[in-house]
Each structure stands twice: as structure tokens, then as C-alpha cells.
């Protein structure tokens, strides 16, 4: 595959996060420039913040001039879930040498769910492919936020409700996996765990319970759930040999 | 304001979110994975996507109008292109479209 090809495939790839990335970007440099910051500081924030719901949380953060310990706290309760990304990408990563520090730092929700889609296609070497398309990602959450920021308060496009894309991603990706899954325990611990936690401790502070919950039945259901993995993995090979 | 203290509070919400991110990469470095570390590697993904969907609609409110119907259209026409098509721009597309003519003409 030429330079350009991979290119192409990095662009396609990474187009669903594209819109979201640009439009939700733009909203945050608009918030940004409202509360006083310009192109400077959206672009700072973007490249060593890089994280859609943490820069939101941050605005307010800025605005407010908050205590440095309350900027830990909010961060680490926001951002906790990352915990769970970084034990799921060990294996994925083992190996990429160089490029590792980057693909943990830039692994967003986004990027996320596209490397567990593991698009990577035939022939190119997989730490390339995933470096590119979290570069890319990253990329266009700056052009979004230097976009918004510059623009502030001019924005006339009414674009309520183009965030629905990183939903829609999401909600791909969880079909994806539900349709070529056999065993739809973890998924529906998930599902469950964070419904439940939502509803007993509201949309602000349900994200820990939420995890400290999948992770507990995850646990309890590991005997069970390997042996469903295991003859997943005798399926897939016999179909191979046939 | 202080441009000193604004620098410090973005350098914090980068710190913690590098530290989160790198924190199971840190702690499994050079020893082989531990097979309960591992088998959450496996199986969190499947988890952890259903938990971002909640996430994303978690201002949604069905007690109040419109009842999530907005996001309850869209996603399930997301999911339905998905199913026929399997092509993840042509769900994503017609999904937050159909979305945004909800939420700023049907419901609003």
C-alpha cells in the first residue's frame, strides 16, 4: 500500500470522528472565546488537554478560576474511565515502540472505539495504522477548536444536535460487536450496570459506580464468561480449517 | 484573571488525564499481563461501549417531554442502517441528521 493509499484508508477510517470531532470542537473554542480565552488557548487546551468532556468541565474550571485540587478531582472523576481503555489496549500496543506514547496519551472515547473496531487493513503495519488515525483524530478536534474560537460568538449555522454523531459512532460500534459476539454478557453487564448507576446516582457522579460495578460482575462472572470465550475462539478456528 | 493560574489548571487537567491513560501501561510495563488483568482487556470493551451509549444520553430525560423520542428515533435508525448495511458512515450520516431535524424542528 503507497503513502497515499494508507492515507486515504486513515481518512476514511477516522471520517466518522471527523464531524463529530470538528463540530464539537468548534463548541468548546465558542465557550472558550466566551469566557474570555482566544485561538491561543483553545489550541493549547486541544493539544495537551484532548479530551471532548474534560475541555467543556474545563471552561467552566477557567471561568470560575478554580483551585488547582478542585481541577484534580473534577479531572480524574471525569476522565476515570480511561482506566478501563488503557487495560483493554495493553496487548493491542505491546510492541509499538515509539509510537506508544502517543497512542496512550491521544486514546479519547473516540479513538477508542475505533481501534477496538480494529480496522487496521491487510498488509500495513498496525501501530502505523492506529498512530495515524489518533493522529488524525486529534487533528481535527484543534482545527474544531481553533474553528470555534476564532468564530466565538458569530457562529449563524445552527448546528444543535450535530454532537449525536459520537453517539451514533458509539452505538455502531456496540451493534458491531453485539452482532459478531456470541456471548452477550459483558455487553449487557454494561448496559445494565450503567443504566442502574444512572438512575441511583444521577447524570453527574454515575461514571465511577458505573465502572467499579461492570468491573465487580465482570469478576464474578469470569469463569463463566471465559469458557464462553474459549469456545468462541475453537468456533472461529474450526470455520478456518473448513 | 490570571494567565499564570489558567496555565497551571490546564497543565493539572493534562497531568491527570496523561496519568489516567498511562496508568495500566505503567503498572503492567515489563511483567507479562496478569490473566485476571488480561481477561478484563478482553471483555471490558463490550462493557465499556454499552457504557458510553448510556453515557451520551445521560441528560436525557423520558420523564420529560420529548420523552428521549429524539434520541430513541435516531439511535435505533442508526442501528437499523448498521444491521442492513454494515458500513459505519452510512449509519453515523443519516442518523445525526435525522437527529438534528428532530431536536431543531420536530421537538424543539
New interface residues.
Given amino acids: 500500500m503507497s503513502t497515499l493509499q494508507l492515507l486515504k484508508k486513515v481518512l ?1 477510517t477516522t ?2 470522528v471527523m ?1 463529530g470531532y470538528i463540530f464539537l470542537g468548534i463548541g468548546f473554542g465558542v465557550l472558550l472565546a466566551k469566557a ?2 482566544g485561538v491561543p ?1 483553545a489550541v ?2 486541544c493539544i ?4 471532548g468532556t ?2 467543556y468541565v ?1 471552561v467552566s ?2 471561568a470560575s ?2 483551585s ?1 485540587v478542585s ?2 478531582i473534577t ?2 472523576a471525569v ?13 493491542l ?1 505491546k510492541g509499538a515502540g515509539l509510537k ?1 506514547p502517543y497512542l ?2 491521544s ?1 479519547t ?1 473516540e479513538t ?2 475505533l481501534t ?2 480494529n480496522l487496521v487493513p491487510r498488509g500495513v503495519d498496525p501501530h502505523l495504522f492506529r498512530f495515524l488515525v489518533a493522529l488524525f483524530d486529534h487533528s481535527y478536534w484543534i482545527i474544531g477548536g481553533a474553528l470555534g474560537a476564532l468564530i466565538g460568538t458569530k457562529l449563524s449555522f ?5 454532537d ?14 453485539w ?1 459478531t ?1 456470541h456471548d452477550h454478557f ?6 445494565i ?3 442502574g448507576c ?1 438512575l441511583i446516582f444521577g ?1 453527574e457522579n ?2 465511577i459506580p ?2 467499579v460495578s ?2 465487580l460482575v ?2 464474578l462472572a ?1 469463569k463463566r ?2 469458557a464462553s ?1 474459549a469456545q468462541d475462539g475453537t468456533e472461529k478456528k474450526e470455520t478456518r480449517n473448513g | ?2 494567565d499564570r ?2 496555565i ?7 497531568i ?3 496519568i ?6 505503567v503498572l ?1 510495563k515489563d511483567k507479562k ?1 496478569p490473566p ?24 436525557v430525560s423520558v420523564f420529560k417531554a420529548p420523552h428521549g423520542l ?2 430513541a428515533i ?2 435505533i435508525l ?2 437499523g442502517i ?2 442492513k448495511t ?1 458500513n ?2 452510512a ?2 450520516i443519516p ?2 441528521i435525522c ?2 431535524i ?3 424542528l420536530v421537538f424543539h
Fill in positions: 476514511i471520517a466518522p464531524s474570555g480565552y488557548w493549547l487546551m495537551v488537554v484532548y479530551g474534560m475541555q474545563g474550571l477557567i478560576s478554580a488547582i481541577a484534580a479531572t480524574l476522565n476515570a474511565r480511561h482506566i478501563f481503555y488503557g487495560i483493554s489496549m495493553l496487548p500496543y506508544k496512550i496519551f486514546l472515547d477508542y472505539a477496538v473496531d445552527n448546528s444543535t444536535g450535530i449525536f454523531s459520537m453517539t451514533a459512532l458509539f452505538i455502531t460500534v456496540f451493534v458491531k460487536q452482532m459476539s459483558p455487553a449487557l453487564t454494561g448496559l450496570c450503567t443504566l444512572l447524570p454515575f461514571l458505573s465502572m461492570i468491573t465482570l469478576t469470569r464468561i471465559e470465550l | 484573571m490570571d493560574h489558567t497551571a489548571l490546564i497543565a493539572v487537567m493534562s491527570g488525564t496523561i489516567l491513560r498511562g496508568l495500566p501501561f503492567f499481563t485476571y488483568v488480561d481477561y478484563l482487556g478482553r471483555v471490558l470493551p463490550y462493557s465499556v461501549m454499552a457504557m458510553l451509549v448510556v453515557y451520551c444520553m445521560k441528560d429524539p434520541e435516531a439511535g442508526t442501528a448498521f444491521v454494515r459505519t458512515l449509519s453515523i442518523g445525526t437527529y438534528m428532530l431536536v431543531q
